[in-house]
């Protein structure tokens, strides 16, 4: 029997314990896109408690308690740091196979030096001694960040954003760490939202452009381009249902534009061809930049009313939507490629059935001379466990090219998350590693093997992404 979480934890042969250790555990971390706050990054928070650390927004931790039947109180609700902690402890000693059981035990070693595992019967000597660890003046966020060896972050931001706290972390010489923006107009796309014309208004006071029309919409957006550009953001996001691909004629969107600021609803249609013109949009002056385009889709949010309207979003409500217009998704990438105009893709679903379909996809518009030009993002959301990992390397290796892939991400609003770049790169080396082991590939090119996992790991995504680093 093999000893809990060792230095071993994942690698289940020598090939795999060498492609790790010798190749991708010393690699640098670059965090490509994830929700945390650059405020925080600039006034260098330091937590009091490792409750602020891991609970304070953590969704997925949230979701698990729910399952144990937990009361609100402790989730969200107004129980202290330690009943929440404590609580959590009781719900994590049974979530077996849960991937939350690994990354928790992976931050309580690598951030806080406790390698046993939490129970219910030590959780309030774990509270303790992680809090006195929060006491040093090693542990403020940008410590974390550091002590994480990550070289580049990019933050979350809106269109309206001032970007302030990105100029204040990038005029302050003694944090090395690159921050950048990464451009996500998700209130402009949603057209059927209630709080669509109030943001067109702020879009309005803050791009200097009277957005009365699709066409001044779309002049609005490449004023915040140009600035979002000028503070050295490459990378987009966009969360979409899934990926539509509805033509309208210019008059048609306009109309429909015209209808909405008016205050009347839209009909599904009139929605999902004002998204597809909007998207449209968006993926030309993407490339006209050079910058990536990055589509997260496949997901139904906010599914129970009451608790939205009283926690808002991103508060672990959210599902797996099966819906998926295969089709739809070619259309639109053949839209944009027909006219010159399809940027470097990353595509997410969070439908895990998806992994073939997005595969097979984005083979029809891979060219020279880019290195997986479309590719799949990373296991997203639900599917970032160990099972949905090997799954989506498993798939991009048999219908990709698996050595061009950009690796992990966080999508995390928490600072100790960067762990889960190492699970993952455990689970990577693993799945290279049972090749070898099994003899399906050849024991001499572990040093291909090892490139590659170097290349996955970090390089890749210095390359695909343009940034301003070194390869290592």
């Keep these: 029997m093999r000893k809990f979480m060792d230095e071993d934890f994942l690698l289940q042969n020598e090939p795999a314990k060498k492609l790790y250790h ?53 989730i969200t609700g107004n129980a202290s740091d330690e009943e929440k902690f404590v609580t959590f402890a009781k719900c994590l000693e049974k979530a077996v196979g849960h991937p939350l059981y690994h990354w928790a035990h992976l931050e309580l070693k690598k951030y806080f030096g406790y390698d046993k595992p939490l129970t219910a019967g030590n959780a309030k000597e774990v509270y303790d001694h992680c809090n006195k660890v929060l006491q040093s003046p090693d542990m403020s966020v940008r410590k974390l960040i550091k002590m994480s060896n990550v070289t580049l972050i990019c933050t979350t931001d809106d269109p309206v954003d001032t970007l302030e706290w990105h100029d204040k972390i990038r005029e302050d010489a003694s944090f090395d760490v690159k921050v ?11 057209i059927t939202k209630p709080e669509f014309v109030s943001y067109i208004d702020t879009l309005s006071e803050v791009s200097g452009v009277k957005v009365d029309s699709f066409a001044s919409l ?24 899934y990926v539509m691909y509805h033509p309208a004629t210019e ?33 030309e002056e993407i490339a006209k930049r050079g910058w990536v385009m990055q589509l997260h889709f496949g997901c139904k949010r906010d599914n129970n009313t009451p608790k939205f309207e009283k926690l808002g979003p991103d508060t672990g409500y959210d599902t797996i939507d099966a819906y998926y217009p295969m089709g739809e998704m070619a259309d639109f990438l053949n839209a944009l490629h027909s006219k010159n ?18 595969n097979t996809t984005l083979g029809c518009f891979c060219e020279a001379p880019f290195i ?15 099972f949905g990992m090997e799954e989506q390397l498993r798939c991009v290796a048999e219908s990709s090219n698996l050595s061009g892939f950009v690796g992990m991400l966080t999508d995390s609003r ?20 049972t090749l070898v082991e099994n003899g399906e590939y050849p024991e001499e090119g572990l040093d291909v093997l090892g490139q590659i996992v170097s290349d996955i790991s970090y390089n890749n995504a210095v390359r695909y992404f343009d940034f301003p680093l070194e390869v290592r």
């Design 251 to 283: 008059e048609e969107v306009e109309a429909i534009f015209a209808k909405r600021l008016s205050g009347k609803e839209l009909s599904k249609e009139e929605d999902l061809k004002y998204q597809t013109a909007f998207m449209l949009f968006e993926g």
């Design 414 to 433: 928490s600072f100790t998350s960067y762990t889960r770049h190492e699970y993952f790169r455990r689970i990577l080396c693993n799945y290279l590693g």
């Design 372 to 386: 997986a030009k479309v590719q799949q993002g990373s296991a997203w959301w639900f599917n970032d466990s160990k």
């Design 341 to 358: 105009a399809l940027p470097k893709t990353i595509l997410y679903s969070l439908n895990p059935n998806d992994n073939k379909i997005i």
């Design 180 to 190: 950048l923006p990464a451009w996500r107009p998700d209130k402009a796309k949603n």
């Design 22 to 74: 010798d190749f991708s555990e010393k690699m640098p971390i670059l965090d490509y896109h994830c929700h945390i706050s650059p405020r925080e990054i600039a006034e260098d928070r330091h937590f009091e408690t490792i409750t602020q650390v891991w609970l304070g927004g953590d969704h997925y931790k949230w979701r698990l308690m729910r399952s144990f039947g937990i009361d609100e109180k402790y």
């Design 218 to 241: 779309k002049e609005a957006l490449k004023v915040r381009l140009d600035f979002f550009g000028s503070k050295g953001c490459t990378v987009t996001d966009h969360a979409l249902e």
